[in-house]
C-alpha cells in the first residue's frame, strides 16, 4: 500500500518561492502534483516519470515550476518560483501505478492530505 505525506506549503510573497516535497511509502511509479483553489475543482499541475525523468507541467505552471524526485529517498518536490496569487491553492501530492506520463485525477490511486500555498499579493 503506497502512502503519501505533503510537506513544506506557506505563505510567500507574490514573486517568491517555494518547495514543497512529498515523502512516499511504498513502490511508486509516475507520480505528480495537483492542486484545488477555493471553489474550483482539483487540476494538474505536473508529473514526473517513474525513471528517465520525463516531465509534463500544466501551461501555468510552465517556466515557473519543475518537478522532480529522488527516488533512492522516494521523495517528490515541486519547486516554484516566481510564485502569483492566483497560485494560491491546496497542493496535492498522488502517486499513480501507470508507468507513463498521466495527468488525469483518475489515473491516480494514491493521495496525500495536501499543503496549503498561499501567495500574497
Known amino acids: 500500500q503506497v502512502q503519501v505525506v505533503e510537506s513544506g506549503g506557506g505563505l510567500v510573497q507574490a514573486g517568491g518561492s517555494l518547495r514543497v516535497s512529498c515523502a512516499a511509502s511504498?513502490?511508486?511509479?509516475?507520480m505528480g502534483w495537483f492542486r484545488q483553489a477555493p471553489g474550483k475543482e482539483r487540476e494538474f499541475v505536473a508529473v514526473?516519470?517513474?525513471?528517465?525523468?520525463?516531465?509534463n507541467y500544466a501551461d501555468s505552471a510552465k517556466g515557473r515550476f519543475t518537478i522532480s524526485r529522488d527516488n533512492a529517498k522516494n521523495i517528490l518536490y515541486l519547486q516554484m518560483n516566481n510564485l502569483k496569487p492566483e497560485d494560491t491553492a491546496v497542493y496535492y501530492c498522488?502517486?499513480?501505478?501507470?508507468?507513463?506520463?498521466?495527468?488525469?485525477?483518475?489515473?491516480?490511486?494514491?493521495w496525500g492530505q495536501g499543503t496549503q500555498v498561499t501567495v500574497s499579493s
Open positions: 511504498g513502490r511508486t511509479f509516475t
Open positions: 514526473i516519470s517513474w525513471i528517465g525523468g520525463r516531465t
Open positions: 498522488a502517486a499513480s501505478d501507470r508507468r507513463y506520463i498521466a495527468t488525469a485525477l483518475n489515473d491516480y490511486g494514491y
